[in-house]
């Protein structure tokens, strides 16, 4: 009786201007311990660098396959991911990160049949690489997953790596507790943290994304999911949408204009026959006309910024 052969994982590193950053994710990538798991490849993918990117990339030629392009942004960058990578598994990082030495090994010890999605916890790091915070932050951003290839696929094109969430929403996820990434805030970061209700207002807009993506996948469902799962997991996601709408008009100090996404966010809870205890959170908010996280911190304290306690595994 043979054995089954080894999951095949491809590291991919999505970089754009992140030069100063770069070396260490390859080399991050590079000594990953070793496990029940074949590292195939490390992939870069340049997303239009003018920094140092490039120089960075050659000194690494001889162990890393490099593909460089004009810039198309984040959503396409991690589109392209999961087109351009050839193993069974992907683990993306952003140029930024880096992941700790026994992240494939753990996360490959994890795999199942049943699993398409694995995930983790992760150490926030500043601009210098020291931790913000005392204790491991729940992930769930790109550098915190292990994602099937084939199923990933099934979603692109995606905006942003919470298209992947819905692989754990349909059942098919696990997730880690141990911190296996190093996921470094700094004024660089794609995520605008300097203006009340922006990142809430982007995160929307992605949620509204995937939700549409799910009713477009009710067609000709996926292998992973039902045509009534999906809707489900549609509604949920509209849900959340709705809930960031919420937290970004209390930041920008206008609580009449988070009714309309309170009620919606009640009908597609309702809709998704899931829990109501966030949307009984968020009314509580409304209520006390008060947001759910602190306000992001001003432009000159940006470099150590201030992070808003752990969020519930549900939430995105």
Same mark, same amino acid.
């Given at each position: #009786?043979?054995?089954a052969p080894?999951?095949? =994982?491809?590291?991919?590193?999505l970089?754009?201007? *992140?030069g !100063?950053y770069?070396?260490? &994710? /390859?080399?991050s990538?590079?000594?990953?311990?070793?496990?029940n *798991?074949?590292?195939?490849e490390?992939?870069?993918i340049?997303?239009?660098?003018t920094?140092n990117? $490039?120089?960075i990339c050659?000194?690494?030629?001889?162990?890393?396959r =490099?593909?460089?392009r004009?810039?198309r942004?984040f959503?396409?960058?991690?589109?392209?991911? #999961?087109?351009?990578?050839?193993g069974d598994? /992907?683990?993306? %990082?952003?140029?930024d990160?880096?992941?700790?030495p026994a992240k494939?090994?753990t996360c &490959?010890?994890?795999i199942?049949?049943?699993?398409?999605l694995?995930?983790?916890?992760?150490t926030?790091?500043?601009?210098?690489g020291r931790?913000l %915070?005392?204790?491991?932050h729940?992930?769930?951003n +790109?550098?915190?997953l292990?994602?099937?290839r084939?199923?990933?696929? +099934?979603?692109? $094109?995606?905006?942003?790596e919470i298209?992947f969430?819905?692989?754990r929403d349909?059942?098919?996820g696990? +997730?880690?507790?141990?911190?296996?990434?190093n *996921?470094?805030?700094?004024?660089?970061? #794609?995520?605008?943290r300097?203006l009340?209700?922006s990142?809430?207002?982007?995160?929307?807009d992605?949620?509204a994304?995937l939700?549409?993506?799910l =009713?477009? %996948?009710?067609?000709?469902?996926?292998?992973?999911?039902?045509? &009534?799962?999906?809707?489900?997991?549609?509604? !949920? *996601?509209r849900?959340?949408a709705?809930s960031?709408?919420?937290?970004a008009?209390l930041q920008?100090?206008h609580?009449?204009h988070?009714?309309?996404?309170?009620?919606?966010?009640?009908y597609?809870?309702?809709?998704?026959?899931?829990?109501?205890t966030?949307?009984?959170? +968020?009314? &509580?908010?409304?209520?006390?006309? !008060?947001?759910?996280?602190?306000p992001?911190?001003?432009?000159?304290?940006? $470099?150590t910024?201030?992070i808003p306690?752990? $969020?519930s595994r549900s939430a995105?």
């Amino acid at each position: #009786m043979t054995n089954a052969p080894l999951p095949r =994982i491809s590291c991919v590193i999505l970089c754009h201007n *992140y030069g !100063r950053y770069l070396d260490r &994710a /390859i080399t991050s990538c590079l000594e990953q311990e070793p496990g029940n *798991y074949t590292l195939h490849e490390i992939l870069v993918i340049d997303d239009g660098s003018t920094d140092n990117t $490039p120089e960075i990339c050659r000194r690494h030629q001889d162990h890393v396959r =490099i593909v460089r392009r004009p810039q198309r942004g984040f959503a396409q960058t991690l589109t392209d991911a #999961m087109l351009l990578a050839e193993g069974d598994w /992907i683990a993306p %990082l952003d140029a930024d990160d880096w992941f700790h030495p026994a992240k494939l090994r753990t996360c &490959a010890d994890a795999i199942t049949p049943d699993r398409l999605l694995i995930d983790h916890w992760e150490t926030v790091v500043g601009t210098d690489g020291r931790p913000l %915070l005392p204790e491991p932050h729940p992930g769930g951003n +790109t550098s915190t997953l292990l994602v099937r290839r084939d199923a990933a696929s +099934t979603l692109l $094109p995606v905006t942003n790596e919470i298209h992947f969430h819905a692989l754990r929403d349909a059942g098919h996820g696990h +997730t880690l507790p141990e911190p296996l990434v190093n *996921y470094r805030l700094h004024p660089a970061s #794609m995520t605008d943290r300097t203006l009340n209700g922006s990142s809430q207002h982007y995160r929307a807009d992605v949620c509204a994304d995937l939700a549409h993506r799910l =009713i477009a %996948l009710t067609a000709i469902p996926p292998t992973w999911a039902t045509a &009534a799962s999906l809707r489900r997991i549609a509604h !949920r *996601y509209r849900a959340r949408a709705a809930s960031h709408r919420v937290e970004a008009h209390l930041q920008q100090g206008h609580r009449l204009h988070a009714f309309r996404p309170l009620s919606a966010m009640f009908y597609h809870s309702l809709r998704s026959r899931g829990p109501f205890t966030a949307w009984l959170r +968020t009314l &509580a908010s409304v209520a006390r006309d !008060r947001p759910l996280a602190p306000p992001p911190p001003a432009p000159a304290t940006v $470099p150590t910024p201030t992070i808003p306690p752990p $969020p519930s595994r549900s939430a995105v």
